[in-house]
């Protein structure tokens, strides 16, 4: 993502459909190799990419976008704290992670399993959703904070 915003910038244009075209090739990809990697396992993947491309493009756009605000920045000698305000930057962040969210539930529902499994998908995924956007609203506060505190005791103001 950061390398696809970079060769952007590098070539003095902004991200586009290319990339964001390219990225999610790149993700079907990793897709294929985890499912080649799941056979054997007592459960069946089914990707639907009707309902999962949708949300990956969104995230993949909208993380292209922020790091292309970020080096940008970089470029003209602005720090992050100056290109994204701590609460700008948190709520891009709880953003990104929302659709990450979204997209593993939407994974999740493609999962087929028989057995004494099937009688457990439905909560064990209604349980990693519920974790997930707990912990992703944390990180996204906890990043946030790590990135605008002031980075020596030796620099704070009295």
């Given at each position: 993502?950061?390398?696809s915003?970079a060769?952007?910038l590098?070539?003095?244009r902004r991200?586009?459909?290319?990339?964001?075209?390219?990225?999610l090739?790149?993700?079907r990809?990793?897709?294929?190799?985890?499912?080649a990697?799941?056979?054997g396992?007592?459960v069946?993947?089914?990707?639907?990419?009707?309902?999962?491309?949708?949300?990956?493009?969104?995230?993949i756009?909208?993380?292209l976008?922020l790091a292309m605000?970020?080096?940008?920045?970089?470029?003209?000698?602005?720090g992050?704290?100056?290109?994204m305000?701590?609460?700008?930057?948190?709520r891009?962040?709880?953003?990104?992670?929302?659709?990450?969210?979204?997209e593993?539930?939407?994974l999740?529902?493609g999962?087929?399993?028989?057995?004494a499994?099937?009688a457990?998908?439905g909560?064990?995924?209604?349980?990693?959703r519920?974790?997930m956007a707990?912990?992703?609203e944390?990180?996204?506060?906890e990043?946030?904070?790590?990135?605008?505190r002031q980075r020596?005791a030796s620099?704070?103001?009295?």
């Amino acid at each position: 993502m950061i390398a696809s915003a970079a060769r952007s910038l590098g070539a003095a244009r902004r991200p586009g459909e290319a990339e964001v075209g390219s990225l999610l090739a790149r993700a079907r990809a990793i897709d294929r190799e985890f499912l080649a990697g799941a056979h054997g396992l007592p459960v069946q993947l089914d990707i639907a990419y009707a309902r999962i491309e949708p949300l990956r493009r969104r995230r993949i756009a909208r993380a292209l976008d922020l790091a292309m605000r970020i080096l940008e920045g970089w470029r003209d000698g602005r720090g992050l704290r100056s290109v994204m305000p701590a609460q700008a930057l948190e709520r891009r962040l709880r953003e990104l992670l929302e659709l990450y969210c979204e997209e593993t539930s939407a994974l999740a529902a493609g999962v087929r399993t028989s057995g004494a499994l099937a009688a457990l998908r439905g909560r064990a995924a209604s349980a990693l959703r519920e974790i997930m956007a707990s912990e992703a609203e944390a990180l996204a506060h906890e990043a946030v904070h790590a990135l605008h505190r002031q980075r020596f005791a030796s620099h704070k103001r009295a």
